[in-house]
């Protein structure tokens, strides 16, 4: 469960990232994430525009919701069936995990402490979990 501080913690630290140009935060993550795992790559388009505005939408949802997390979790559980159609498999949170934590930490430099950092993985845990339950749900 995510405590209302790392609810806090969260919502400010994305308010840094609504004055970044959303294709640049999403580029960042995507080039990390291809970087450390270019085995992911074929499961994306060439043309990662429409991508880009994907992540960045979801995530601003997500944040924008944190107190009624609850009520995202049909919708987070859509969202991993669907890419479980697209070959995700529940070892890739980590690897998405992993370059969403880096791209925050660059976006937010001074202001990434051990804190935010906590709250963003309480956050991610939370979110990826939910989807790979989900998932393991529709294999029954």
């Given at each position: 469960?995510i405590t209302p501080?790392?609810?806090?913690l969260i919502?400010?630290s994305?308010?840094?990232?609504r ?5 640049v935060v999403a580029?960042?993550?995507y080039?990390?994430l291809?970087?450390e ?5 074929r499961?994306?388009p060439?043309?990662m525009?429409e991508q880009?505005k ?8 997500v944040?924008?919701?944190l107190?009624?997390v609850?009520?995202l979790?049909?919708?987070?559980a ?7 159609d ?5 070892e890739?949170?980590?690897?998405v995990?992993?370059?969403l934590?880096?791209?925050l930490?660059?976006g937010?430099n ?12 309480n956050?991610?845990a939370?979110?990826s979990g ?11």
């Amino acid at each position: 469960m995510i405590t209302p501080h790392e609810i806090s913690l969260i919502k400010k630290s994305w308010s840094i990232f609504r004055d970044i140009e959303p294709s640049v935060v999403a580029d960042v993550f995507y080039t990390r994430l291809f970087l450390e795992n270019p085995e992911l790559r074929r499961m994306f388009p060439s043309s990662m525009d429409e991508q880009y505005k994907k992540l960045i939408e979801m995530l601003n949802i997500v944040v924008a919701r944190l107190e009624r997390v609850d009520e995202l979790t049909g919708d987070i559980a859509a969202m991993a069936r669907r890419h479980k159609d697209y070959g995700v498999r529940p070892e890739h949170y980590n690897m998405v995990g992993r370059a969403l934590l880096w791209t925050l930490q660059r976006g937010l430099n001074g202001e990434w402490t051990q804190e935010v950092k906590s709250a963003w993985i309480n956050c991610y845990a939370t979110l990826s979990g939910t989807m790979i339950s989900a998932t393991r749900e529709s294999d029954h």
